[in-house]
Antibody
């Protein structure tokens, strides 16, 4: 069974940094693209970032480009999201989601992790 | 960037009703469209991919159609367990934009 388990969320002040992790199991992690999607309280889904299975293609939403960095450690089957210069508007539940294939594009998301809450407030 | 517009943003229907949700892309995306269901307090779940392919295990009362810019998700006979917010998502080009969501109530 495919499992994705996010961790690293928390409460912090604007301008702070945080690193999220997503531990994967139940599939060959290195052969799938992975993604981060967030959901602000009471709001819809917003794709944040994605990385190809090979790690050579990385994409970001405009809202986080230059502040967030996605990476993966295939030896640990773990996806990361380094978040710097955090803002109040980054407050959200952050989900990791497995792509249906190795390429970042042309693949849907399934399954999703349980999410980890990031709260940015002064 | 391609925008994804869902309508309606919410709807209320009765058990057994046929429900249709629309998703419109601002540019053509061929059939690179997925639908997700998010029940209250739960994580999103894949329902349909490639615009019309039902994910394994999803009840057959769900169906998807469309190509290019206009897509629909149909629930043929609404059930109490279908209360949820439904999202479309394009995945042919970055950013992989989601629609704003449609909240379905009974």
């Amino acid at each position: 069974e495919v499992q994705l388990l996010e961790s690293g969320g928390g409460f912090l002040q604007p301008g702070g940094s945080l690193r999220l992790s997503c531990a994967a199991s139940g599939f060959t992690f290195s052969t799938y693209a992975m993604n981060w999607v967030r959901q602000a309280p009471g709001k819809g889904l917003e794709w944040v970032s994605g990385i190809s299975g090979s790690g050579d293609r990385i994409y970001y939403a405009d809202s986080v480009r230059g502040r967030f960095t996605i990476s993966r450690d295939d030896s640990k089957s773990t996806l990361y999201l380094q978040m710097n210069s955090l803002r109040a508007e980054d407050t959200a539940v952050y989900y990791c989601a497995k792509s249906s294939g190795s390429f970042f594009l042309y693949n849907w998301f399934d399954p999703w992790g349980q999410g980890t809450l990031v709260t940015v407030s002064s | 960037d391609i925008q994804m517009t869902q309508s309606p943003s919410s709807l209320s229907a009765s058990v057994g009703d046929r429900v249709t949700i629309t998703c419109r892309a601002s540019q053509g995306i061929t059939n690179y469209l997925a639908w997700y269901q998010q029940k209250p307090g739960n994580i999103p779940k894949l329902l349909i991919y490639a615009a019309s392919t039902l994910q394994s295990g999803v009840p057959s009362r769900f169906s998807g159609s469309g190509s290019g810019t206009d897509f629909t998700l149909t629930i043929s006979s609404l059930q109490p367990e279908d209360v949820a917010t439904y999202y479309c998502q394009k995945y042919n080009s970055a950013p992989l934009t989601f629609g704003g969501g449609t909240k379905v109530e009974i």
